[in-house]
Every structure is written in structure tokens, then in C-alpha cells.
């Protein structure tokens, strides 16, 4: 992967929650081709590695870590091996999020004989979609971003999306709490203003993912009738390629071209965002 610019991030320490899904592997192997030490942080061990493993390959410098955002004690554990592992924390990047089936309705509009209609919501369901989304923001913030504080500054960059700016149908959980995630994001900048640290977030639009492919794509790798109404929504006519994502996400960490940007939620869409539909 080639970079479209390189800022500086030698002898910086970047996390990554979510280190091993699509979009953050592309952001850790990114921070990594900067020169920065990353530590990719993902639920899944072996998720984890494999991109952990592809940064080294490359000759960067990363190391997997294994714990869950939601557990504090468990981010306290991984923060002390990283400052013992890497040498400290300069950078996060909050981008372990996600949706979930009993948070989605089956209908975009009420029908009144539809199975998992909005009356059918499951409360637990809901639940561990803003649990993930939020506090998996609030919680490595307040154990990253404590390092920060004592050590004179740092860099966050949060994971929102454009459900947050217009929510979409049948997510209403997953839209609901992207756009807390924006909200968080400008509160962060404003708290952490005097001390140090920017609080930025990315908003992107449409990018497949593990997540969503089978609401983009059928079985049979056809594009289904939600995917003909993002592209007819987005003017460039196209879902994102994850990598284009980098530009934005190295702008906001570059202390140099980024240093009077705080509070932002920067949209990476295609012009979805701008578009009225008309």
C-alpha cells in the first residue's frame, strides 16, 4: 500500500481498536508506512495478529493485542504493556465499532404484518450496539488518553460515519449511536483543548465490509436493491476503496498540516453527504 502523503510519526506510538477489521488494518498498515509504532487491538487474537504480521513483513513495527473495548481493566492491562512494549502512546484511533442483527429492523417503512419490525427491536440488541459504539469510544479514551495528559499531548481521531449526519433505514441503533459518536467527538475537543490533545473524527460513507457485505451483496456476489440506492445516493457512483480513507485519517494525525483542526467529524463519502437527491 502507498501512502498519499507521509507525515512524520517516527518515533510515535499509535493504537488501533478495531486494529483487525478492514478499514482499521488499512489505518494501522497507514500509520506503520509513517513510521509510527502501532498496536492493533481487536477482540480477535487472531484478527489481531495477521495484520500485526503483514505490518512486519513490510518492515514496520507493530504487535497484536488482544482485549475487549467494553472491559476497562482489560484496555489498563494492554495500555501498561504498550508503554513497556512500544515506549509510550501518541496516537489512538477509537475505530472498534459496529451493528447488529437484533438492532435492524427487517422493512424500511412500517408494515404491520413484518417480522422484525421497530416493535420487535430487541433491547439487548440495541444495548450492545451503543455499548460498542460509545463506550467503546468513552472507554479507551479515558484509558489512552490518560498517558496523554501526564505526558504533554496526543491525537485522537474517533470512527463516525454518515448515519450520523442523516440516519438510514433499518439501523436505527447503529445510526443513533454513530451520531452520539460524532457528538462525543467535539465534547472530547472541547475537554481536552488545554491540554494537549486534538479530537477529531472520520465519517466515511459507503465501504464494503465484513460487516455489511451481505446487505450490499447477494450470495451470488450480485449488488442487491440497497446497494442500487447508496450508489444512486452518492454522486461518484461508487462504494469507497478502503485506502482512500488514509488522506484523511493521516491529515488529522499530522501534528504539522492538522494542528489548529479540533472537533471535526470529516466526511470521506463520494459526496453523499452533499447530495439532496435532485
Known amino acids: 500500500m502507498s501512502v498519499?502523503?507521509?507525515p512524520d510519526l517516527m518515533n510515535k506510538v499509535a493504537v488501533v481498536t478495531g486494529g483487525g477489521g478492514v478499514l482499521c488494518g488499512v489505518f494501522a498498515h497507514a500509520l506503520a508506512e509513517c513510521g509510527a509504532s502501532v498496536a492493533v487491538l481487536d477482540l480477535s487474537s487472531k484478527a489481531a495478529e495477521e495484520v500485526a504480521q503483514s505490518i512486519r513483513e513490510k518492515g514496520g513495527k507493530a504487535v497484536a493485542?488482544?482485549?475487549?473495548?467494553l472491559e476497562k481493566s482489560e484496555l489498563e492491562q494492554v495500555r501498561e504493556r504498550i508503554i513497556a512494549e512500544l515506549g509510550g502512546i501518541d496516537i489512538l484511533i477509537n475505530g472498534a465499532g459496529g451493528n447488529s442483527p437484533k438492532a435492524t429492523t427487517g422493512t424500511e417503512r412500517y408494515e404491520p404484518d413484518c417480522e422484525n419490525g421497530f416493535f420487535d427491536l430487541n433491547k439487548e440488541g440495541f444495548g450492545f450496539v451503543f455499548d460498542l459504539n460509545i463506550l467503546g469510544t468513552v472507554l479507551p479514551t479515558q484509558v489512552f488518553a490518560k498517558y496523554m495528559v501526564e505526558h504533554g499531548g496526543g491525537c485522537i481521531v474517533n470512527v463516525s460515519s454518515m448515519n450520523a449526519f442523516r440516519p438510514l433505514t433499518k439501523i436505527p441503533a447503529y445510526s443513533a449511536a454513530k451520531a452520539g459518536v460524532s457528538n462525543l467527538t467535539m465534547w472530547l475537543a472541547t475537554h481536552f483543548a488545554g491540554c494537549g490533545i486534538r479530537v477529531n473524527a472520520i465519517a466515511p460513507g459507503f465501504f464494503v465490509t465484513r460487516q455489511n457485505k451481505d446487505l450490499l451483496f447477494t450470495p451470488q456476489g450480485e449488488p442487491t436493491?440497497?446497494?442500487?440506492k447508496i450508489l444512486a445516493a452518492t454522486p461518484m457512483g461508487r462504494f469507497g476503496k478502503p485506502e482512500e480513507l488514509v488522506g484523511a485519517l493521516l491529515f488529522l494525525c499530522d501534528d504539522n498540516a492538522s494542528s489548529f483542526v479540533n472537533g471535526v467529524i470529516l466526511p470521506v463519502d463520494g459526496g453523499f453527504s452533499a447530495y439532496s437527491g435532485v
Not at 493485542?65 to 473495548?69: D, E, K, L, R
Open 225 to 228: 436493491p440497497r446497494t442500487g
Open 4 to 6: 498519499p502523503f507521509k
Open 65 to 69: 493485542y488482544t482485549c475487549s473495548v
